[in-house]
């Protein structure tokens, strides 16, 4: 069983900066998919980036360059560092693992970047 709980989100002006964190709760053994992903009002949850153990870090196109996705195995966290915010980037931000095929959630934290 895994738990996920995200912190760092807020309210940040255009081309500001945020970290978010995600702290992984119970064994790690078995996680090879970690990854973050938004919801924007009124809009289908999308991915955001994912590091696999196969197939490295993917980023989706609109946050390349901007976003950054990190891990911390020795404290079981997972960051996602994110420069150059856009209005549009306002969502709530999920951190997700995949382990043994089963797919992991956090609650979520928010983001509201104002123009």
């Known amino acids: 069983q895994v738990q996920l709980v995200e912190s760092g989100g807020g309210l940040v002006h255009s081309g500001g900066s945020l970290r978010l964190s995600c702290l992984v709760s119970?064994?790690?053994?078995?996680?090879?998919?970690m990854g973050w992903y938004r919801q924007a009002p009124g809009k289908q949850r999308e991915m955001v980036t994912l590091i696999t153990s196969i197939n490295g870090t993917t980023y989706q196109d609109s946050v390349k360059g901007r976003f950054t996705i990190s891990t911390d195995n020795a404290k079981k966290m997972m960051y996602l560092q994110m420069n150059s915010l856009k209005p549009e980037d306002t969502a709530v931000y999920y951190c997700?693992?995949?382990?043994?095929?089963?797919?992991?959630w956090g609650k979520g934290t928010l983001v509201i970047v104002s123009s």
């Open positions: 119970g064994s790690i053994l078995g996680i090879n998919v």
């Open positions: 997700n693992v995949l382990k043994y095929g089963n797919d992991y």
